[in-house]
């Protein structure tokens, strides 16, 4: 190194002497010249000052090129808070395709306990795949051996975003890694195969959106924080970037709030300037405990979608949001019942179903129904997605219910919605949730799905009402967006009543025909509860009494959870909601439509597979 230091000092040296030099010789000949003319008179003090300024140039010049030499071939650069982000690569899905096609690329591969999920990024001007165009390809990890590829059909292929799509995987064996990859023409198993790392879900930043005061929400598997309680945010940071594996290319920065699974971070302000945003599909963003590593992520931040800033109100005064699994037989007349009393808008979130819950989302659409299916394919994640949902749904809705799609919310002195929700906060302003006590329905003598649905067919329930559910304004929660068994926490100011069971009431049909409750034994959504399959707090309200942990069909079941005989929602939905003439309810009539649609929906699909396989 002090060879190299005393070899450009020499380089420099050399340059100030030529610079002198080449001084000296100018003004020599410029003396001579002046020489001839007899009339000239040589001033020292212009000669002087002449030649300081060419040597200090020359002098400056040659500094700047030495140090602009050191920064270019060997100084490091740090950034401290302008980052210029270079997009991330991304390695193209395998398979013999055109080239256009070979441009769809893996995003991320992610185990969950019971399927692997891996993240395809289209071009915009790419059709999106079906799963009989795709292959889940499971390949060995251990480079000492011969890498052996075993190739499966997936579960199914969902559309996560515009340009992007979700293959749920069955997961690899013991040793395996998962990859997905297109159909070739021919039963070629020489085909490259990109491996991406497999993300394990029990440690994971999974979702992030910015929030309107530009902090970042993030949503976090791993720290294991009790729920309902506030944790030190003094004890972790945020930390943005696209490369976690090289410290120089990340931004860290303070954390505001962290409880439960949410975290809220104060989001770094080259991220919200305009160059950043255009690169923000790039960039995640992970949560590390200070002294320990960064949690693995996939969580990008999205920007929250912005409200009509002159609209002087909220566009509905009553929405739902719901988190489901398999739940598409009901949810037809969830919506369609509570459309009646006074809903507007519902938010569903799919957590990975394979019931077509997505066909039935889309008749519904059809029909002019306000919903949305949001994917969330992360399990046991009840919490964050409510709250998640709560951010999403604050600038359009005045009041949100979170209630699952098995809850009706029933009315018994025939009011609707807007009246209740008046008669409750018209006297004190501060009033900004309502809860509302819940009544558990038992098979009530069935042994198959009720064909009036369950509103009609369920008509036995528990005598004693169980815990609450809420209907909040979403302005009035506090930003920490706690949130345990159907209710948040409020912030400070607001209020919360318990409406009386005469004026409002919810009838959860827990205690389904034994087909559909069995269900329940597969996976709970909720996080801060155990899964009826697992041994712990058997004996827990949210357990059915005398069931254990297998899914074993009781001789008695449909005589079950019943205590007292209650028809008051059956009744006002035969009054009020059947066809006079035909005495059908409206889920009917739209499950005749459905199967028409179906048919219509298959005979598209076909077609297009056909095309696709053109291409291929």
Known sequence: MRLKENKKKKKKKKKNRFCLLYSVTWFQSQMKDRRKRSDVVVSWSRFFWCTLVVVFTCVFISGFTFSTFRILFQGKIEPVLILRWRAMPEKSISGNSLDVLSSISIREVIILPDQALVFLNYPPSVQLFTEEDIDCIYSSVNISTKRRLVKKSPISVDRNEPNSQIVRCRLPPRGFSVTA????????????????????????????????????????????????????????????????????????????????????????????????????????????????????TVARPKPRIEPDPYSTRKAHEMCVCTMVRNQAWFLKEWVMYHSIIGVERWFIYDNNSNDDLDLVVESLRAQKYNITRHVWPWVKTQEAGFAHCAVRARDTCEWVGFIDVDEFIHLPTNLLLHDVLTNQTEHNGHVAELRTSCHSFGPSGLKHVPSKGVTVGYTCRLAIAERHKSIVKPEALNSSLINVVHHFHLKNGFDYVNVDRGVMVINHYKYQVWEVFKDKFYRRVATYVADWQDDQNVGSKDRAPGLGTRAVEPPDWSDRFCEVIDTGLRDRVLQSFSDPFTHTLPWQKLEELNNDNDSNNNQKKKSRRKILRGLL
């Open 181 to 296: 990859g297109l159909k070739p023409k021919d039963d070629d198993d020489d085909i490259p195969v990109y491996l991406p790392t497999n993300n394990r879900w029990d440690s994971l930043a999974y979702e992030a959106l910015i929030d309107r005061d530009n902090t970042t929400i993030v949503f976090v598997k791993g720290f294991n924080l009790r729920p309902e309680r506030i944790s030190n945010a003094s004890k972790f940071e945020c930390v943005y970037g696209w490369d976690f594996k090289s410290p120089k290319f990340l931004l860290r920065s303070e954390v505001i709030s962290i409880a439960q699974e949410i975290v809220r971070c104060k989001t770094p302000l080259t991220l919200l300037s305009g160059s950043m945003r255009l690169n923000s599909s790039v960039i995640k963003v992970s949560v590390r405990m200070k002294g320990r590593g960064n949690i693995n």
